[in-house]
């Protein structure tokens, strides 16, 4: 029996705990290390997940070798940075989205991923975990097949509130944190790869329409993790300028359009991210927080609803929807279905194999950064414009 994987954490938020989570309910994957970034915050974060080395910082995991896989969980800002040096060290690399603030950033990134799997064997991913979705995976295998014929409009959303009032506050909304867009960097990114990963085709223009609702916030003295709830704590006025909510217009490679709004201000939609496809003979729409159904619709017959069952749905190989129908499986199955697609990957790669899988590669996640860089320009120069072309690199 091959000896396990062996992953490691940098970061210790709330990302980083979900990972966390996904590796200990995967076998012949070991969660050996986390690397913090304040002081103490890797020693209770392997505290409370039973992970056994706690680094002070990313560069000291990086060194361990025994380390095989490196689970990048920091703010957006260094994404990249680390996702280079942990390539750089030998490491798989799975990097949360945004791969990174700016495609100028994000385009080495692509060679680099491509070299190192070439000659290495490194697998490299960057986690949009909507893929992986059982009826997800379903629907892209159907769309691809021509079932409901060519896609004319994908149009949806992806809303939240937990940034509606102006004392909740998150590292998000520091540009030099987050980048200077947050709504469509940060939930944006998950529509718009779902989109172009459903249609198997890239967006190629954008118009795009940005608002700030609060230009300035009330900052807690004291961190304050990803989505806790408000405190009756002391604060300091912080100016803000990143957008709260977005309307965005979409030409795609393929002639289909598309338009999707994205907010974190919209009051009582705690993770609304809808996802509807028309096509020549039916319509598809997803609600991803009723995952495990999706409704068909006809025009001439009656419509359907498709419910999550394994033995009737086209899956790929590593999909681990492994419960029967009517027991549900939801947003924690989805990412760990993606981290058992990497680590199927990697195990397959140490061995000299190759395996088809869903995983976004990051010739796909630098496509996602240069949207975002496209809807910004677009928000600011009030017109039309066109995505930076794809990098035909193999990532």
Not at 251 to 268: D, H, I, K, L, M
Request: with cysteine.
């Amino acid at each position: 029996m091959a000896d396990p994987l062996r992953a490691g954490i940098v970061g210790t938020g709330w990302s980083a705990g979900r990972h966390a989570e996904a590796l200990r309910r995967l076998p012949g994957v070991e969660l050996a290390a986390v690397a913090g970034h304040e002081p103490g915050s890797g020693e209770v974060f392997a505290a409370a997940h039973g992970v056994t080395a706690a680094y002070a910082n990313a560069g000291e995991l990086l060194e361990d070798p025994s380390i095989d896989a490196v689970h990048v969980c920091t703010i957006n800002a260094v994404h990249a940075e680390q996702a280079r040096d942990a390539l750089v060290a030998g490491k798989h690399v799975l990097c949360e989205k945004p791969l990174g603030v700016s495609a100028a950033e994000t385009a080495g990134l692509v060679s680099l991923a491509g070299e190192a799997r070439r000659e290495r064997g490194l697998v490299s991913a960057v986690c949009f975990n909507y893929r992986h979705y059982p009826v997800i995976e379903h629907l892209r295998s159907t769309l691809a097949a021509g079932e409901h014929g060519p896609v004319h409009f994908v149009h949806g959303a992806y809303l939240q509130d937990w940034l509606l009032l102006d004392t909740d506050w998150s590292w998000r909304l520091e540009e030099e944190a987050g980048g200077r867009s947050r709504a469509v960097a940060d939930i944006g990114s998950h529509w718009s790869d779902l989109a172009q990963h459903l249609l198997g085709a890239p967006a190629a223009e954008v118009l795009a329409d940005l608002t700030t609702l609060h230009h300035e916030r009330r900052r807690p003295v004291r961190a304050r993790q990803t989505f806790a709830a408000v405190q009756d704590e002391e604060t300091q006025p912080v100016a803000v300028g990143t957008e709260d909510f977005a309307t965005v217009l979409l030409r795609f490679a393929n002639g289909a359009r598309g338009s999707f709004v994205v907010s974190q201000t919209s009051a009582g939609h705690k993770n609304h991210l809808t996802m509807n496809v028309d096509c020549a003979r039916a319509s598809v729409a997803w609600d991803q927080e009723r995952p495990e159904r999706m409704r068909i619709g006809r025009r001439d017959a009656p419509n359907l609803e498709l419910v999550r069952d394994p033995g009737q749905l086209t899956l790929p190989d590593t999909s681990r929807s492994a419960l029967p129908a009517g027991h549900p499986e939801g947003w924690n199955d989805a990412l760990l279905d993606l981290v058992s697609a990497f680590y199927a990957t990697a195990a397959d790669a140490r061995a000299g194999r190759e395996r088809a899988s869903s995983l976004a590669t990051f010739a796909d996640g630098h496509r996602i950064v240069q949207l975002v860089d496209a809807i910004v320009e677009s928000h600011e120069r009030r017109a039309w414009v066109a995505v930076g072309a794809p990098l035909e690199v193999g990532a």
